[in-house]
T-cell receptor, first 115, second 114 residues
Framework: DAGVIQSPRHEVTEMGQEVTLRCKPISGHDYLFWYRQTMMRGLELLIYFNNNVPIDDSGMPEDRFSAKMPNASFSTLKIQPSEPRDSAVYFCASSLRGGPNTEAFFGQGTRLTVV | AQSVTQLGSHVSVSEGALVLLRCNYS??????LFWYVQYPNQGLQLLLKYTSAATLVKGINGFEAEFKKSETSFHLTKPSAHMSDAAEYFCAVRGGAAGNKLTFGGGTRVLVKP
């Protein structure tokens, strides 16, 4: 398997524009996590899904952020409108069914810069 | 809320010296614990995990960690540091009251001096 695939790897956008980050989890995994990493706040869990259903979105910073998982092989994280403080590296991760003793596998991340 | 705390955001060690990275968890029920490593401009990679089968867990690249319930700790060690160990290390917790949520500590950046 190719692992978790995220696109794009880098995104530079202007403030106010819509940004969509994409993630393809490992085939057969039924948990999907979105994280944001910054120097100031470290790794923050934004939202996670189980079997395509959002389970916990308490980490989503505000209404400008939304995430969807229309099927088992694809998820998006959208920011609309984007702001400079959204600049960060966004990671997607997936894990197998079987409960909390299974590890998550991470993608390479999307580095977002909002100017 | 369930969480992990990593003591020390930066650690500097000499090549060949012991690496010790500290992680403490807060949970009334022993959770599942993980250590991940992140090399520059890359995603996180699993080093090892504790799932209650054994308290001393061996991972990749010569790392190991010991689960101590009495101290609510899961410290990561490596007897002899190598230059390639320079990276950021994250402790993470899953399970218990938080269910399947995977929560990370603040990370510890390791610098290896020749």
């Amino acid at each position: 398997d190719a692992g978790v695939i995220q696109s794009p790897r880098h995104e530079v956008t202007e403030m106010g524009q819509e940004v969509t980050l994409r993630c393809k989890p490992i085939s057969g995994h039924d948990y999907l996590f979105w994280y944001r990493q910054t120097m100031m706040r470290g790794l923050e869990l934004l939202i996670y899904f189980n079997n395509n259903v959002p389970i916990d979105d308490s980490g989503m910073p505000e209404d400008r952020f939304s995430a969807k998982m229309p099927n088992a092989s694809f998820s998006t994280l959208k920011i609309q409108p984007s702001e400079p403080r959204d600049s960060a590296v966004y990671f997607c991760a997936s894990s197998l069914r079987g409960g909390p003793n299974t590890e998550a596998f991470f993608g390479q991340g999307t580095r977002l810069t909002v100017v | 809320a369930q969480s992990v705390t990593q003591l020390g955001s930066h650690v500097s060690v000499s090549e060949g010296a012991l690496v010790l990275l500290r992680c403490n968890y807060s949970s009334s029920v022993p959770p599942y614990l993980f250590w991940y490593v992140q090399y520059p401009n890359q995603g996180l990679q699993l080093l090892l995990k504790y799932t209650s089968a054994a308290t001393l867990v061996k991972g990749i690249n010569g790392f190991e960690a010991e689960f101590k319930k009495s101290e609510t700790s899961f410290h990561l060690t490596k007897p002899s540091a190598h230059m390639s160990d320079a990276a950021e290390y994250f402790c993470a917790v899953r399970g218990g009251a938080a269910g399947n949520k995977l929560t990370f500590g603040g990370g510890t950046r390791v610098l290896v001096k020749p």
